[in-house]
């Protein structure tokens, strides 16, 4: 079961264990248009990836990284899956 997270909780930091795929390309603010956020993009258009990964393989601080996908999660550009409530192997 899939459960899908909207940025309207307000969280600031989101969970490693949440994980991320990109359902459409956002409309990106000009300072967001940056080979590494495209590329970043990119990886998530093709596989799911948690924030650990995304934020071992990019220069964004934390803090940034969050709010781009916050961003994302608002625009509609994200689906959020949260594997806690997939029964253990």
Not at 5 to 29: D, E, T, V
Request: net charge positive; charged share 20%.
């Amino acid at each position: 079961m899939l459960v899908q997270r909207r940025a309207g909780a307000g969280r600031a930091g989101l969970g490693s264990h949440l994980i991320f795929r990109l359902k459409a390309w956002p409309s990106l603010p000009e300072a967001g248009r940056t080979a590494e956020i495209y590329r970043m993009l990119s990886v998530m258009s093709c596989q799911p990836v948690n924030r650990q990964w995304l934020l071992g393989r990019c220069t964004m601080a934390p803090g940034e990284l969050d709010a781009l996908l916050l961003k994302l999660m608002a625009d509609g550009a994200l689906e959020v899956i949260d594997p806690s409530g997939f029964s253990p192997a």
